[in-house]
């Protein structure tokens, strides 16, 4: 896997975790690895087990010459859309930056330009280039962090297992117990779309 998509030594990689959840916030992030770096474990996080992806975290946050994570949660997300939320997260996480990139290297298909910075959408660019792969591992290692704290304020929906996803039993419980504040109200968070009082 290649360290960067550009020529530029400041090349940021960005990605999101979370855009499929009915449940929790869509989480960026932002990482700019220094110009050697190698470590052949780092992939697309999608491909890694749980456990792997803890264990390289703290190896990116070490390495990294500079990180940045970003929540977008549902009341926003509900607001602007899915889609902006994700560009949206990027953004706040490429502004937070101790450094300013020279240029962006987006997984994906669809991003926004940030100030006047070059950038490039790189379909599967978690499974190409370290950068991205290395930003898509602390944007769901965090997420899911921050979903199996919010499981202990709503057990019921067993966001420490699900992390939000719409696995049959999340659904259920969502039948079963209506939504949280943590839901999407935008999604479609039951197949027949009962109707909910929110």
């Given at each position: 896997?290649?360290?960067?998509y550009?020529?530029?030594?400041?090349?940021?990689?960005t990605?999101?975790?979370?855009?499929?959840?009915?449940?929790?916030?869509?989480?960026?992030?932002?990482?700019?690895?220094?110009?050697?770096?190698?470590?052949?474990?780092?992939?697309?996080?999608?491909?890694?087990?749980?456990?792997?992806?803890?264990?390289?975290?703290?190896?990116?946050?070490?390495?990294?010459?500079?990180?940045?994570?970003?929540?977008?949660?549902?009341?926003?997300?509900?607001?602007?859309?899915?889609?902006?939320?994700?560009?949206?997260?990027?953004?706040?996480?490429?502004?937070?930056?101790?450094?300013?990139?020279?240029?962006?290297?987006?997984?994906?298909?669809?991003?926004?330009?940030?100030?006047e910075?070059?950038?490039?959408?790189?379909?599967?660019?978690?499974?190409?280039?370290?950068?991205?792969?290395?930003?898509?591992?602390?944007?769901?290692?965090?997420?899911?962090?921050?979903?199996?704290?919010?499981?202990?304020?709503?057990?019921?929906?067993?966001?420490?297992?699900?992390?939000?996803?719409p696995?049959?039993?999340?659904?259920?419980?969502?039948?079963?117990?209506?939504?949280?504040?943590?839901?999407?109200?935008?999604?479609?968070?039951?197949?027949?779309?009962?109707?909910?009082?929110f």
């Amino acid at each position: 896997m290649k360290n960067r998509y550009s020529t530029y030594k400041l090349e940021a990689g960005t990605d999101e975790a979370g855009r499929g959840c009915l449940a929790g916030p869509v989480t960026a992030a932002a990482v700019i690895l220094p110009d050697r770096f190698r470590n052949d474990l780092i992939r697309d996080s999608k491909k890694l087990t749980e456990r792997k992806r803890m264990i390289l975290r703290p190896q990116i946050e070490e390495k990294a010459l500079c990180y940045a994570v970003t929540h977008i949660h549902p009341v926003e997300i509900d607001k602007i859309n899915i889609l902006n939320a994700s560009i949206l997260g990027m953004h706040r996480s490429l502004e937070k930056l101790h450094q300013i990139p020279e240029y962006i290297a987006v997984d994906g298909n669809r991003f926004k330009p940030f100030l006047e910075i070059p950038h490039s959408c790189i379909i599967k660019g978690d499974d190409k280039f370290l950068n991205i792969a290395a930003a898509s591992i602390l944007a769901k290692t965090y997420r899911d962090e921050y979903m199996e704290r919010i499981h202990e304020e709503y057990p019921m929906y067993n966001w420490k297992q699900n992390k939000g996803y719409p696995t049959t039993e999340h659904r259920e419980a969502i039948k079963e117990y209506g939504p949280s504040p943590y839901h999407r109200k935008s999604f479609r968070l039951l197949p027949e779309q009962l109707t909910f009082e929110f």
